[in-house]
């Protein structure tokens, strides 16, 4: 009677197995025929690609479908924005516009922002804008000639906070903090706060467009300049203001952090896409 039909005619082989042993054959033929001293080729082809990857993709953000997510990368979204606040302070001030960034603003409770900076000869705009709508949300204007220090350095928490964040960042002070109240300084969605503090965003090594207008110290560069211009053309009492450039810790004074932990965690504070909820 055949056996074909029947369990003994199989044998049963553990693919992980066999791939193990024509690995270890491959190593084995090489180093026989090669010279002893060279490493066996398979094994340096087989590592390559996860070398390569791991040079090319240091950092999540480098990934083209992460990068992907935040709608201000999408083309023409930057353009848009640029253009929409050009033309505003062509018709309300008529200001030359000395430079445009793309920045991560912290606020007093630690909570990251999405926003787009312009300085122009007299102004330091800040505007909130909806990447998704295109259109601006919220801006704010400081004249630069009340602007009093300007503080560079890495941040800073108390000891006993919870939520921490690592990195350096740039902190605008336009009044002394002392003025600020203590209603402003607990609340989390005060306006009143006399400073601003900025780091570098998320999506600065996606592309070289990015990296420019993401930069820090590009915008810092700029920045510093203009306010001493601007303090030069506005007096005080007949003398002229100074302007403070500081190199220290910056301070947040955040202890439990909840907020600000769920939040960045999941960056409600950017343009995101945040996936289709369905079925």
């Known amino acids: 009677m055949s056996t074909t039909g029947s369990s003994e005619g199989f044998q049963l082989v553990s693919l ?8 270890s054959e491959t190593d084995q033929l090489s180093t026989e025929e090669g010279d002893p001293s060279e490493d066996p080729a398979p094994t340096q082809m087989s590592r390559q690609p996860s070398v390569t990857e791991s040079m090319l993709y240091p950092n999540p953000y480098h990934q083209p479908y992460i990068s992907r997510k935040y709608f201000v990368t999408r083309p023409g979204a930057i353009e848009t924005a640029v253009n929409d606040l050009k033309g505003h302070i062509a018709k309300t001030s008529g200001e030359t516009i000395q430079g445009f960034w793309l920045l991560t603003e912290i606020d007093h409770w630690n909570n990251e922002k999405e926003r787009i900076l312009l300085i122009t000869d007299k102004t330091l705009l800040i505007c909130k ?7 601006c949300v919220q801006l704010q204007r400081i004249s630069l000639s009340t602007v009093s220090c300007v503080c560079l ?21 336009w009044g002394s ?20 503090t900025f780091t570098e965003h ?3 090594y996606t592309t070289e467009k990015f990296l420019e207008i993401c930069k820090l110290s590009g915008f810092t560069s700029k920045l510093v300049p203009a306010i001493q211009n601007a303090h030069k053309n506005t ?14 810790p910056i301070l947040i004074e955040t202890y439990m952090g909840l907020m600000s932990f769920i939040g960045n965690r999941n960056k409600l504070g950017y343009s995101l896409a945040r996936g289709s909820i369905g079925f």
């Open 153 to 173: 350095g890495k941040f800073a928490f108390p000891g006993m906070s919870l939520d921490k964040r690592q990195g350096e960042g740039l902190r605008i002070f």
């Open 16 to 23: 992980k197995q066999e791939e193990d042993d024509q690995s």
């Open 235 to 248: 007096t005080e009492s007949g003398r002229e203001k100074g302007l403070m450039v500081l190199t220290e």
């Open 202 to 204: 998320p999506v600065k």
């Open 177 to 196: 903090p002392g003025q600020q109240s203590l209603l402003s300084r607990w609340n989390p969605w005060s306006t009143e706060v006399p400073y601003a």
């Open 129 to 135: 804008y909806d990447f998704i709508m295109l259109s």
